[in-house]
């Protein structure tokens, strides 16, 4: 394996263990007000277009990363953006 293919798997695991804990705490507790709408649509804008590079570039690595990385961005910003009871079922029927 060459050093480029760790040092990829390494920032990937950061990346999206990143927002795994993010995304289970607004399941749990339901409570975004401290989420920043604005750096969450920088985000997931980021990721999209990261997405979009690797798919024309047909690079797995990074689709694989990149799409994991704005499904659960996009998910943190949803919540966000959704009323608070609608937030509630959704958290609901993910078990938090």
């Known amino acids: 394996m060459a050093l480029a293919d760790i040092v990829g798997g390494l920032a990937t695991l ?10 289970w705490k607004v399941i749990r507790t ?3 007000d ?21 798919i024309m570039l047909g690079a797995l690595p990074l689709i694989a990363a990149n799409g994991t990385c704005l499904l659960l961005s996009a998910f943190i910003l ?3 953006l959704m009323p608070r009871r ?5 958290a609901q029927s993910l078990g938090g």
């Open 14 to 23: 950061c990346s999206i263990s990143s927002f795994v804990p993010q995304a």
């Open 30 to 32: 339901r409570d975004t």
């Open 34 to 54: 401290a989420i920043s709408t604005r750096m969450y649509v920088l985000t997931v804008t980021g990721f999209s277009l990261w997405l979009t590079y690797g």
């Open 78 to 80: 949803a919540m966000k």
């Open 86 to 90: 609608k937030r509630e079922e959704v």
